[in-house]
């Protein structure tokens, strides 16, 4: 049996990137593993990852919770510099 553990190590997200995506989604971290993985093979899904980091990140700040905010910018970050936005 895999271990949540044996699935994030599977993924070519950090774990910030996935805890953001479960979030968004509101999905355990397991499932958005999984998701994270799929969208990782289309340049849709990486745009659809951009989305969803991006849609974190202004809720955060429209909350007014640094703590969050500083997160996912920092996972947004991470995500920028392995997985850019494809281009056109």
Known sequence: MLSLKDC???C???CSGIEAIAEHEH??????AELSNELLKTPEG???LHEMALDN???AMAQG????TLRFKLAYQHLQA???LPTQ
């Open 8 to 10: 994030l190590d599977f």
């Open 27 to 32: 999905i355990p971290v397991i499932v958005a």
């Open 82 to 84: 392995t997985y850019p």
């Open 57 to 59: 990140l202004n809720q």
């Open 46 to 48: 990486i745009g659809c």
């Open 65 to 68: 919770d640094w703590e969050k």
């Open 12 to 14: 070519d997200l950090d």
